[in-house]
């Protein structure tokens, strides 16, 4: 039953891209771009804000000057962050009743999305001096992490109940991709641009016993790359 959960919108998605690829009246005049940028990421998650940099691909096939379907990948550097935590004594005979500690944490993040672009302001292939467009776009992403998480000291889970303990994790989650963007023509088919991207999970978070909040992650990124129009 999890599994249908976690699935669903994307099939949903990709039913929808596949007919709608098939029903294009000619693919043969479909233009493509590939656009690469450089990303600053941060995670909007109390207790679990960081700052990382990043680098992102996309590869979009235009199906019309104003519509288009895309493919992105994006990796992050680490983001590191600390929390200050009180483990606390599951029986009143223990000394001491409460332990304080530390938790560092770095988390990497990386993330293939799938989605549709479409152009609010200009088209993809403006070209002329004062053009600018601005777009949107939509799609699902699979996000893999990473997170370690070092404590400064490591209580007795017999004798203590820890809110977060220390060790190592991998996780995959489902997000729902949103972005907005604006770019500029800088030469024939060349296109400076600068976009502004949202992730937000649309699955639980499967490894609980080393964050403070299991909601992770939801991060903005504002990017500034290069597109060109083949």
Request: hydrophobic fraction near 40%; charge should be positive.
């Amino acid at each position: 039953m999890q599994k249908q959960s976690i699935f669903f919108p994307g099939k949903i998605f990709l039913v929808s891209l596949a007919h709608l690829l098939l029903t294009v009246p000619s693919l043969s005049q479909v233009r493509f771009s590939l656009a690469s940028d450089v990303a600053l990421q941060h995670n909007l998650k109390k207790q679990q804000r960081f700052w990382a940099i990043g680098h992102t691909t996309n590869i979009i096939y235009h199906l019309s000057k104003k519509d288009g379907v895309y493919g992105s990948f994006v990796y992050f550097s680490n983001g590191k962050f600390t929390n200050r935590l009180t483990a606390v004594a599951k029986s009143p005979a223990t000394i001491p009743q409460q332990i304080n500690y530390r938790s560092d944490v770095r988390m990497w993040l990386k993330q293939f999305s799938l989605g549709w672009k479409k152009y609010l302001v200009g088209t993809a292939d403006a070209n002329a001096d004062g053009d600018w467009n601005l777009y949107t776009g939509a799609g699902f992403g699979v996000v893999f992490g990473r997170v370690v998480n070092q404590l400064s000291v490591s209580p007795d889970t017999t004798l203590y109940a820890i809110p977060v303990r220390g060790g190592n994790a991998n996780f995959k989650r489902l997000t729902l991709d949103l972005s907005l963007g604006v770019e500029f023509p800088i030469g024939t088919d060349v296109y400076l641009y600068s976009e502004g991207r949202c992730w937000i999970p649309t699955t639980d978070y499967p490894s609980k016993h080393i964050l403070v909040n299991e909601n992770a992650p939801l991060v903005a990124m504002l990017g500034i790359g290069i597109r060109v129009l083949f």
